[in-house]
Nanobody, 119 residues
Framework: QVQLVESGGGLVQAGGSLRLSCVAS????????VGWFRQAPGKAREFVAR????????VYADSVKDRFIISRDNAKNLLYLQMNSLKPEDTAIYYC????????????WGQGTQVTVSS
């Protein structure tokens, strides 16, 4: 089992920045892909970014490309999402997620952290 706990959400003005963190525990994630998703009110959960736990190619949704940066600190078992140039449409609950590298879907999820961007 993998446990994920997010933190770092909050209220920020448009154009501002926030950094989300996600601490992972339960098992070694060396064979996992980790990522961030978000769900805005009344909308389906959507992919934001992902990265292999051991490093390598990152993938971003077009809506956040060039504004958000996903990274991880293996020694501390931490996953980060640096969010810059935030827009009101970035308002959502942000979830940390993990899947085994051969799995088709992310199957480990955190509880989420709220990000609200005011205009």
């Amino acid at each position: 089992q993998v446990q994920l706990v997010e933190s770092g959400g909050g209220l920020v003005q448009a154009g501002g920045s926030l950094r989300l963190s996600c601490v992972a525990s339960g098992r070694t994630l060396s064979s996992y892909i980790v990522g961030w998703f978000r769900q805005a009110p009344g909308k389906a959960r959507e992919f934001v970014a992902r990265i292999p736990w051991t490093g390598g190619s990152t993938v971003y949704a077009d809506s956040v490309k060039d504004r958000f940066i996903i990274s991880r600190d293996n020694a501390k078992n931490l996953l980060y999402l640096q969010m810059n140039s935030l827009k009101p449409e970035d308002t959502a609950i942000y979830y940390c997620a993990a899947r085994y590298y051969t799995a088709l879907q992310f199957n480990y999820w955190g509880q989420g952290t709220q990000v609200t961007v005011s205009s």
